[in-house]
């Protein structure tokens, strides 16, 4: 079928858009991933104190969820352009602050700059709208997984430029650990600028612009309490909204303490190393025939195969003994690509169930939940582990993936009945 060149024009910048989503987020993925453990440990050697080291990942956490609705408005003033370059720009901002905080060795600096990252971390995130504004129906899952798809040579090798990057930070006079703050800071205005200088015309205004035309609708900005109204008024919206942050509630809980569980067998750091890194192949690198399975089988199956994966992952996982490292790995896994299920297509059903002109809202509050679920299934994960043990905090973490799968598999009736009346 021959496109029209209205059509045409779209694909072209449909196109160039995923290029460059896909190029800043390898860029600003690397730079982010190489702080994850070098902030616990420069947290922990400027305050002296092994129990403070979790307050850098904590803040960064919270740093992504704090950023998540303002770069939303961001998006609905200007663009994706300007919310996803000012996102990194605050991140880069950030990792000089922790770099000048780790030569000063001052504590609530040092948090403000990985407060600050974590801004970097919520553009990210946010980068996966970005790829379905200007989508069609056939493609959009598709186009979405690939931006999260990006993530995985930064969360791959980002760890492993620690040391070299380190030496780095040795030879400009600045404490080793500030070494990956350097890398993320050169990163993540690379990101910036690719962004601003690239992503033109900008997606979300294109679109907003054809809709404008079509229904004659204004982007509108509306309260958290607002937005989660108009989600309810949307089934197919609220089960996005509830796989993306279940999904990862339960993905964040279990994989932080399976460590600490394997850790009970004194099992060597580059065997839990191994099986995190498990993990993360499984949470990134199959992304793209995710989305091509959203795409084909439809976002409501694969949310409901992804709820069927973690609820795999945790039983395998949970009756694991601390020893029995293959089959930690193999749970860690599957709780990755359930994780992917979920994001990918849950990400998806949300955006294209509802209007446009409340699009971006009701995208940053998903990001808002999404992120604020992560930090509370990460300090919960640590009291049931010192209260009960591992495998109940796996038969905890399942009882909310089997709620959405249930609600997923209703859904998947009603329409199944609707067809055939």
């Not at 976002?299 to 069927?308: K, T």
């Amino acid at each position: 079928m021959t496109q029209s060149p209205i059509d045409h024009e779209r694909h072209n910048l449909q196109r160039k858009t995923i290029t460059t989503l896909t190029t800043a987020q390898s860029l600003t993925g690397l730079g982010v991933a190489s702080t994850v453990a070098a902030g616990s440990l420069l947290v922990a050697s400027i305050s002296h104190s092994e129990t403070l080291a979790g307050l850098a990942q904590t803040f960064s956490v919270l740093g992504a969820a704090v950023m998540a609705l303002p770069l939303a408005n961001l998006t609905r003033r200007g663009g994706r352009r300007l919310a996803l370059s000012a996102g990194f720009s605050v991140g880069a901002l950030g990792a000089v602050t922790a770099i000048t905080a780790g030569a000063l060795r001052i504590l609530p600096l040092m948090l403000l700059g990985t407060f600050m990252v974590g801004a970097a971390s919520a553009a990210s995130y946010q980068a996966r709208y970005a790829a379905v504004d200007l989508a069609t129906d056939d493609t959009r899952a598709s186009d979405l997984s690939r931006v999260v798809w990006a993530s995985t040579i930064g969360a791959v090798l980002g760890p492993n430029l620690m040391a070299p990057s380190g030496r780095l930070a040795t030879v400009l006079g600045l404490p080793k650990l500030t070494g990956p703050y350097i890398l993320a800071a050169t990163m993540l205005a690379l990101g910036a600028l690719i962004i601003w200088t690239r992503l033109r015309p900008d997606p979300y205004l294109v679109n907003v612009d054809s809709e404008r035309k079509l229904t004659a609708t204004e982007p509108v900005k509306m309260s958290t309490p607002e937005v989660l109204r108009v989600i309810r008024q949307h089934p197919r919206a609220l089960l996005g909204l509830l796989a993306v942050a279940i999904g990862h509630i339960a993905m964040v809980s279990v994989m932080v303490m399976t460590p600490v569980h394997m850790a009970h067998a004194e099992v060597t750091l580059k065997i839990i190393g191994l099986v995190i890194s498990v993990h993360i192949l499984g949470m990134y690198a199959l992304s793209p025939l995710v989305g091509r399975m959203a795409d084909r089988l439809g976002r409501r199956r694969v949310i409901q195969i992804g709820g069927l994966i973690l609820l795999a992952a945790v039983l395998i996982a949970g009756t694991a003994p601390e020893m029995h490292n293959v089959q930690l790995g193999v749970g860690l896994f599957l709780l990755g690509l359930g994780w992917s299920c979920t994001l990918v297509a849950g990400s998806t059903l949300l955006s294209e169930s509802v209007p446009t002109e409340v699009r971006a809202s009701v995208q940053g509050t998903s990001d808002l939940f999404m992120n604020l679920s992560g930090a509370i299934g990460g300090a919960s994960a640590g009291v049931i582990i010192a209260t009960l043990s591992y495998g109940w905090l796996c038969a905890i973490a399942a009882v909310p993936v089997l709620l959405v799968t249930i609600y997923a598999t209703v859904q998947l009736d009603e329409a199944k009945q609707a067809a055939v009346v």
